[in-house]
């Protein structure tokens, strides 16, 4: 059975960086879109971007000049970086796998979550 | 960006009622479309992908229609376990958007 875990910080500065990682078990990094999506509270989800496990990079616009992410292989790892955060940065975190048939990308696995909150 | 949005935003059911879930895009998306369960404190679940597609694992009371802007999303006959949140998604362009949600509470 697949399984995503998030982990990283609960607490950031304004202005500092944002670092998450999620470790996928029970399944190959290949050939999925490996996906951070967010939900600000009281807000709807947000999709934050992915990464191909090929190394191609999608990012929101919205957030595309402040978001990095980076994949880890031999850890069966990847990682979301979100610089200048502000409180506006402050959500439930959570990691996807996203599966691609037909053009048609869903997100079939997720992790449960992390909160981040950017304070001071 | 492709705006969603799902009505009603809340709705109030009992266990056995059928019950449909309505979600409208700003602009054509196809069938480019999934649906989400999600209960507070567990990870998201996807129940339907490209509109109509049932996800391996889900029961069968659930299924998805529709095509171009218009989506339904329709659980047959309600279980205790049914009573969450759910989204819709367009995977049609990117940024992927969802909508607002649809809080399915018990009556």
């Known amino acids: 059975q697949v399984q995503l875990q998030e982990s990283g910080p609960g607490l950031v500065k304004p202005s500092e960086t944002l670092s998450l990682t999620c470790t996928v078990s029970?399944?190959?990094?290949?050939?999925?879109?490996w996906t951070w999506i967010r939900q600000p509270p009281g807000k709807a989800l947000e999709w934050v971007g992915y990464i191909y496990y090929g190394g191609g990079t999608s990012y929101n616009p919205s957030l595309k000049s402040r978001v990095t992410m980076s994949l880890d292989t031999s850890k069966n790892q990847f990682s979301l970086n979100l610089n200048s955060v502000t409180a506006a940065d402050t959500a439930v975190y959570y990691c996807?796998?996203?599966?691609?048939?037909?053009?048609?990308?869903?997100?079939?696995?997720w992790g449960h979550g992390t909160l981040v909150t950017v304070s001071s | 960006d492709i705006q969603m949005t799902q009505s009603p935003s809340s709705l109030s059911a009992s266990v056995g009622d059928r019950v449909t879930i309505t979600c409208r895009a700003s602009q054509s998306v196809t069938t480019y479309l999934n649906w989400y369960q999600h209960k507070v404190g567990k990870a998201p679940k996807l129940l339907i992908y490209?509109?109509?597609s049932l996800q391996s694992g889900v029961p069968s009371r659930f299924s998805g229609s529709g095509s171009g802007t218009d989506f339904t999303l329709t659980i047959s006959s309600l279980q205790l376990e049914d009573f969450a949140t759910y989204y819709c998604q367009q995977i049609y362009s990117t940024p992927y958007t969802f909508g607002q949600g649809t809080k399915l509470e018990i009556k």
């Open positions: 996807a796998r996203g599966k691609e048939m037909s053009r048609i990308i869903y997100f079939d696995y």
């Open positions: 490209a509109a109509s």
């Open positions: 029970g399944g190959s990094i290949n050939p999925y879109y």
